[in-house]
């Protein structure tokens, strides 16, 4: 598994913010490509920062190492080109130290290259649509200083590394530009994405079609009548038809039942109605008509025991 390497700045001595060291920490804590990340605070000081730097790269051997610094008022992620072999700085670290015209390494070379794909990286963020640019240099500060001792020591290491420095975030209270640290964070991840080849899949376009499929209530059948008068899917209540005052309604005689202990009067009419329909007696058939054949063949007779006994056999 491929190993990145990313350091931050701790805030200095009385900042409630840094950006860089926020938007390094997001982008750790929600990583989820193939390569490892390694995060890794330096303290914003010229010799301790460079000392934990060394000792980070000795210890982990990175196939990557990038890093980010805050640069207030830049309006852009800032992807540096080269490293100067200069100290000369505006104001003094969190150790009080404040190097003025003073070489990083003496007799070392004047300045070195990033090695990092830095116009991939700025058409990337641009594609995503991140404020990116390149810059000749990064200066003579703090940053520029742990980027000339990086560049130094991985000289020889082939594997890419430089510095990138980021806009301020409104927690920082700087005047001039500030981004918020989780898009900072979001820029961080493109960065590390295009220097280790990665490629995430875009996510699937949507049709507007089935978007507005996937919306619509989920209806199930209704196998049971919605009580009350609550029309059901939209469909409007029948009203209900009032009775005309004019033709009272019929008194209807409760049913008898079982255990009323009352036996129930019945009229004639009631029994004439209950008794079952008689069947018409047939006409007696005439000399000169032959009988009519039955419909039906009749049924067979079983012998009795006497005559299975004495060997007579009637038929049926």
């Not at 430089?162 to 640290?181: D, N, W």
């Not at 209806?219 to 009580?227: D, G, N, Y």
Request: charged share 25%; glycine share 6%.
């Amino acid at each position: 598994m491929a190993r990145v390497l990313i350091t931050a700045f701790e805030p200095m001595p009385g900042a409630t913010a840094e950006a860089s060291a926020d938007a390094v920490r997001i982008l750790a804590e929600t990583w989820h490509g193939s390569a490892e990340i390694v995060h890794r605070d330096l303290e914003p000081a010229y010799k301790e920062a460079a000392r934990r730097l060394r000792a980070s790269v000795a210890k982990h051997l990175p196939d990557a190492v990038i890093v980010v610094a805050t640069a207030p008022g830049a309006d852009a992620v800032t992807i540096e080109r080269l490293a100067v072999n200069l100290d000369d700085a505006a104001t003094p670290d969190a150790h009080g130290a404040q190097p003025v015209d003073a070489p990083v390494v003496e007799g070392a070379a004047a300045a070195l290259w990033s090695t990092l794909p830095g116009k991939d990286i700025v058409a990337a963020l641009a594609e995503r649509g991140l404020p990116a640019r390149l810059s000749l240099n990064a200066g003579s500060g703090l940053a520029n200083h742990v980027f000339y001792v990086m560049q130094r020591e991985l000289a020889e290491w082939g594997v890419p590394s430089g510095l990138v420095q980021l806009p301020a975030t409104p927690e920082m209270g700087a005047p001039g530009p500030a981004l918020p640290a989780e898009v900072l964070a979001e820029a961080l991840r493109t960065i590390v994405e295009t220097v280790m080849g990665e490629h995430p899949e875009p996510e699937p376009e949507i049709d507007e079609e089935d978007e507005s499929e996937a919306t619509q209530p989920f209806l199930m059948p209704i196998t049971a009548p919605i009580p009350g008068d609550t029309p059901a899917f939209g469909l409007p209540v029948a009203p209900e038809a009032e009775p005309d005052a004019a033709e009272p309604l019929p008194e209807l005689t409760p049913a008898w039942s079982p255990t009323s202990g009352e036996v129930p009067e019945v009229t004639q009419e009631a029994a004439a109605s209950s008794a079952p329909e008689e069947e018409p007696e047939p006409e007696p058939a005439r000399d000169d008509e032959e009988p009519a054949a039955p419909d039906e063949a009749p049924a067979y007779r079983h012998p009795t025991w006497d005559e299975i006994i004495s060997g007579a056999r009637t038929e049926s």
